[in-house]
């Protein structure tokens, strides 16, 4: 069995998909949530699913001695970042070498790095003209969405679509994708 830990800052929709998709799996078990917001709505959703949560402000996330501790605890073999948005610190990295993921909500290499991120993406998908979007799944590295790309998802878009449209695009891919790509990883 492997113990994953889903890391997410928002409403947590990813998140419930996930813990859904592989609630009773039979080698892949959701073990934790991580948040760096308290009031996170992600950690109210796991919590209705039965995953224990916890709460890493800036300081415990950048602290090996919160964070190392806290995932051996839960005994986790595989992160997640479903909505994360501070960048993971290298101590962690280093701990789960090619064991972290994350989401992109674009076709990376285009529309990443700091700052892009949710609507800023969307909005910027929309001003370029762009006649297709999409979703990333790539390793986390310590550069912002650097890491090798590991699946991607796309989806057309129409001159007419506003930036709720193209939001609501890609995330339909990713709710269909996603917990796939993991499953397809740890399998």
């Not at 799996?25 to 959701?30: D, L, Q, Y």
């Not at 602290?63 to 806290?70: A, E, R, S, W």
């Not at 679509?161 to 397809?184: C, G, N, R, S, Y």
Request: hydrophobic share 45%; net charge negative; proline share 7%.
């Amino acid at each position: 069995m492997i113990n994953i830990a889903i890391f997410v800052s928002g409403s947590g929709t990813n998140c419930e998909n996930l813990i859904k998709y592989f609630t009773d799996h039979e080698r892949i078990h959701p073990a934790l949530v991580v948040s760096n917001k308290p009031d996170a709505y992600a950690l109210v959703r796991a919590e209705r699913l039965g995953v224990p949560t916890a709460v890493t402000p800036k300081a415990d996330l950048h602290n090996p001695d919160v964070m190392l501790p806290l995932l051996r605890q839960h005994d986790i073999g595989f992160i997640v970042l479903a909505g994360w948005l501070p960048l993971i610190p290298d101590f962690l990295i280093e701990a789960y070498p090619h064991k972290i993921v994350n989401i992109h909500p674009a076709l990376l290499p285009k529309y990443g790095g700091k700052g892009m991120w949710g609507h800023h993406v969307h909005e910027a998908v929309k001003a370029a003209g762009e006649t297709e979007t999409g979703m990333t799944v790539h390793w986390v590295t310590p550069v912002c969405d650097a890491g090798g790309i590991i699946a991607q998802f796309r989806v057309a878009l129409s001159p007419d679509d506003t930036v709720e449209d193209i939001a609501e695009k890609e995330h339909q891919l990713e709710m269909e994708h996603f917990p796939k790509v993991i499953e397809e990883i740890l399998s």
